[in-house]
Each structure stands twice: as C-alpha cells, then as structure tokens.
C-alpha cells in the first residue's frame, strides 16, 4: 500500500453547556511587548496563483520579502509566498481572515485553494481569505538537511524503538540527522520557529494595509495563531483554534508528540467499530467483534516485528513499525481507515511470507522544516537513559503508539538552545477566541486542548465536537454529520457575526 499522500507529520471534555450565544464583545487590551518591525510600508504585488496550486477561481499569489533575522532587518532576506482569495461580496466585507496552515510544514496556500471556496460561501463574503506558505514550505524560500533517503522515511525520522523497546538505533539515528542540520542547514534552518512565523504574519498584516487580522489556526497552526493573539492583542478581531495542543511552554512540540499515544488510544475505536462492522468485506474486516480488532492490529505488528525492513534484493518490506506508523496516519480520517485495515489484513493472511510495502519518505525541505521549529523553538532534554524509561513507560500505557511519541528525536542533539522564549498563553487580552476541537483527535487529543482553554481563561470559549478525527472545521461530514453540523453552524456564527456561546459546548 501507498501511503505517500499522507506525509504530514502533525504534528489533538469540558463541561457542555445550553447552546445559547452572545454578540461578541473585544474590550480594549494592553499592548503586549512587540516583535522586531516588520517591513513598513512593503506592498504585495498580486497576480494569479500558479497553476499547479489549483484552487478556486480568482486567487492570487504574490511573493514578500523579509528579513531572514528580524534582529538585522537590513540583512539578508527571504521570500514568503502569500496567496489571497478576494471577498465576493465587497458590501458585506468586515476585514482580512489569515489561514495559518498546522505542520510544522503545511502549505497555506495549498489549504486555501483546497477550501477557499468553502470558506468564502459559509462566511458570506464577510473577508478576504489570505493565507501564506510558511518560510521553509511551498513557494517560500527553502531549506534544507541534506538528509540521507534512509533518514528521510517517515518511520526513522519519527523514531519508532525497536522490536524489544531499545532506542540505541534512534540515537544514533538522531545524532547523525542532528550533525546534518547543522552541518547543512545554516541560517535560513536557524530562522524556522515559531516566533518567526509569528513575525511573518504581522509583517503580511503590515503589507495588506490591516490595522487588525482575523485568523483560523488548525493544527500546529493553532499554536501560532494563539502566539500571534498573545503577542499582538490590539491587531486581532475574531481568532478561531481548530484542533489545539498543549501550549506549555516548557515542552511546546515535544509536548505535542508525547500527547499523539493517549490520542490514538481515543481515536482507535472508531476504526475498531469500522473494521468488524458485518457489511466489510473479507479484505477489510480485522475480526467479528470491535473489542477485538485491538488484539489483531497488535498480534500483526509483533508478528511482523521479526521482518527484515529490505529482502535480499534490496526491495522494502512490511515491518511492525511500517504498521503502526501506517495505522496512526489513517486515524486522522475516516477515508483511511479502508487502506490501513486492508493492510492489517493482508499481513495477518499471509503467514510467514514477506509482505511488500511503498515506505512514506519525506522531500528533505519538509523534514528540515519540521525539525527547525520543533527543535528551534524550545531546548529538548540531553539524556540518553531519560528516553529509555520513558519509552519503556509508554510502551507498557500505549501498545498501539509502542514508545515512539516519547522517543529521542534529532533534538536532543540539537546545538543550540531557542533564538526567542516561547510564548507562555495567558488569559490578558481581548475575549475573543472560539476553540472547535473534536473528542477523540489522534493528533492534538481533547485533553491537550483543555490546556489551551485553561491558559485562555475567559479570553475564550470552546465548541467540543463528538466526533474523531483530525480537524473540526469545514470537516468532511461523512460520519459524526450532527455533531459536524452543529460545530460548523457555531464556528461560522462566530467567523460571521461575532456570536459565541455563552460558556463552554458539547455538540454531540
């Protein structure tokens, strides 16, 4: 099976409340203490989006120069690839709303041409939707490890432990990519971060003319939107986090790779129901019964624990861990869930024969961006044996996810400490964030979100979605529709009208 089309590396119950609303009110805030300027007085030249990007008719692109370091705004510079999508209904129009892409790595441009359209008709009109390719990503400057293929496949750059739990290949493993970056990736690797991005989006603001941005994070995006709210209060309208993590600043990225093993444990039950529901057939039902879909999924990869990764011809094999990495990419929606049972099956058929697998490998800009943020934007711990026991503490809580969550990483060995203090979320500034959040997230669980919702205080209010899967908004409703439909009819109120519920909602 080809997984490539899922390469993203994303990096998600409080108390239901009546669903009654209020019109949103912004009081005055103080102004937080501000990054570097950006480019006063910069201009974006606009013309139509390459064709390959796709989209919806009428999107522009159009390239900003800025500053490769804020800190010497006269040195070198690096091109950020913004696109925009025009409100249709200039009469109704209240502003700009900033798409911030999740990764680290996504392509904002890509996500509007994906859903501007969808966007612009549940909003009315209401904005003109940019969004931007984050420096690293898309059409933006590129960096770069030089990074070995060996090193670039997904399974080793997010470092799965070894059949009997030992992490002795992954340090090793994440020396040498660590010894790469740094050897290969200089000072555009160095500016990956998230306060940079932060930066960026407020330089983009400048150069539209916009004395303040509506913005919708998804992902790892939330955490950037949430910084940019906390940074900039006095420049943010309506501010909507779909599908949030933990934003302790103390662990940021590291924190939300750690969260990904209880997340899995609350997605896996959906796809347990889907894989033992009668109307399969024979190549995608795992068992009779849902309660024991887990056992298989479990026994298949111990099974294939003992595979070699290549035959004796150099082609890839199915392993254990090709397995599980596969099945914790289908958790992120429903549409995969028939690929990954598939596969369980096969393996489970075949007995002692070698099953073939098209491992997922990553373009080494993408890893390097990934790597930059997550490594840059906050020091990761140096010892070795601390790794071990905690992988040999999360293999025995979370068989399905087998210690990789929490595993050293290329971090680890990362040279230097973060260029800027991550943003500690606090609940000083303007009440005006809507939360959407889905129960059973594999990627950024319910639980990580009630700790941005915590550090918000009454700055914000939050939509819980009884539904699985990563992403709330504009989600696919091909199951969980109710749910969907509820936190989609609230998450547009709001983007809309201003109208958020009075307290915290359960839209089941």
Excluded at 374 to 389: E, I, Q, T
């Amino acid at each position: 099976m080809n997984l490539t089309q899922r390469t993203a590396l994303t990096l998600a119950l409080s108390s239901a409340a009546v669903v009654t609303a209020s019109v949103l009110t912004v009081p005055t805030a103080t102004a937080a203490t501000a990054a570097p300027a950006g480019p006063a007085g910069s201009s974006l030249s606009w013309k139509p989006c390459p064709a390959d990007l796709g989209g919806t008719a009428g999107t522009e692109c159009a390239d900003l120069s800025l500053p490769l370091d804020y800190r010497a705004p006269d040195g070198p510079q690096v091109t950020i690839a913004v696109s925009r999508l025009r409100s249709d209904r200039p009469e109704a129009r209240r502003g700009t709303l900033m798409v911030v892409p999740g990764g680290p790595g996504g392509s904002g441009r890509e996500r509007l041409a994906r859903r501007g359209a969808q966007l612009q008709a549940a909003t009315g009109g209401a904005y003109d939707l940019v969004s931007l390719d984050p420096r690293g990503v898309g059409g933006s400057t590129h960096a770069g490890c030089g990074l070995e293929k060996d090193d670039l496949e997904l399974t080793h750059l997010r470092a799965w432990p070894a059949a009997d739990g030992s992490i002795d290949a992954n340090a090793t493993r994440a020396r040498r990519i660590a010894d790469a970056c740094t050897r290969n990736g200089g000072a555009m690797l160095r500016s990956l971060s998230t306060a940079n991005e932060v930066r960026d989006i407020d330089s983009i603001r400048q150069a539209l003319g916009e004395k303040k941005l509506s913005l919708w994070g998804t992902s790892y995006g939330t955490y950037v939107t949430a910084s940019y709210a906390q940074t900039h209060p006095g420049r943010t309208d309506r501010v909507l986090l779909d599908s949030t993590g933990d934003p302790d600043p103390s662990r940021v990225g590291r924190g939300w790779l750690a969260n990904m093993a209880g997340g899995a444990d609350d997605r896996f039950p959906d796809f347990a129901r889907w894989a033992a529901d009668p109307a399969r057939d024979r190549r995608h039902r795992i068992a009779e019964r849902p309660e024991d879909v887990r056992g298989v999924v479990l026994a298949v990869a111990r099974k294939l624990d003992q595979a070699p990764e290549q035959d004796a011809a150099g082609r890839p094999r199915l392993t254990g861990n090709r397995l599980r990495e596969a099945l914790l990419q289908s958790l992120y929606s429903d549409a995969a869930f028939a690929d990954v049972a598939r596969l369980v099956v096969t393996a489970r058929d075949a007995g002692d024969t070698p099953v073939p697998y098209d491992p997922v490998y990553l373009p080494d800009s993408d890893a390097a961006v990934f790597l930059g943020v997550v490594c840059n934007d906050v020091r990761w711990p140096r010892s070795l044996p601390s790794y071990a026991r905690a992988v040999a503490e999360d293999r025995r809580a979370h068989p399905l996810t087998a210690g990789m969550p929490v595993n050293v990483e290329a971090c680890a060995f990362w040279p230097d400490g973060p260029a800027d203090k991550p943003v500690r979320i606090t609940p000083q500034g303007p009440s005006n964030v809507l939360m959407v959040q889905n129960l059973r997230d594999p990627a950024t669980p319910h639980r990580g979100a009630l700790k941005m919702r915590e550090a918000l205080g009454d700055r914000a209010r939050m939509v819980s979605v009884d539904a699985g899967g990563h992403g709330a908004y504009l989600a696919s409703r091909d199951t969980d529709g109710p749910a969907r439909e509820c936190a989609d009819r609230l998450a547009t109120a709001f983007l809309k009208d201003g109208i958020r519920p009075d307290g915290d909602t359960l839209c089941r």
